[in-house]
């Protein structure tokens, strides 16, 4: 079992920046892909950003320029900066830990991301 705890959302203005934090209970980087999904009201979830065992990332098209995926292997942290954002990244965050040979994979419970003047 792993357990994911996301934390850093709020409220922020349009053009301002964000910087979310997923906690892992344990070190889990070198077998699981990590990744950052988001939902907001009436659509469906949604892939912003990857990372891979190896370091590899990827991002949506949306948020490609803006956003950063990034890890602390000691900390068993993974983080999601956010910079420019804007009114439509408006969302609950959610992070993901995937290892797709057992089909193994974990959610956080989702932090709340409020782009508004």
């Known amino acids: 079992q792993v357990q994911l705890v996301e934390s850093g959302g709020r409220l922020v203005q349009p053009g301002g920046s964000l910087r979310l934090s997923c906690a892992a209970s344990r070190n889990i980087f070198s077998i699981y892909t990590m990744g950052w999904y988001r939902q907001a009201p009436g659509k469906q979830r949604e892939l912003v950003a990857v990372?891979?065992?190896?370091?590899?990332?990827n991002y949506a098209d949306s948020v490609k320029g803006r956003f950063t995926i990034s890890r602390d292997n000691a900390a068993n942290t993974v983080y999601l900066q956010m910079n420019s954002l804007k009114p439509e990244d408006t969302a609950v965050y959610y992070c993901?830990?995937?290892?797709?040979?057992?089909?193994?994979?974990?959610w956080g419970q989702g932090t709340q991301v409020t782009v508004s003047s």
């Open positions: 993901n830990a995937d290892e797709p040979t057992f089909r193994l994979t974990y």
């Open positions: 990372m891979g065992t190896g370091g590899s990332t």
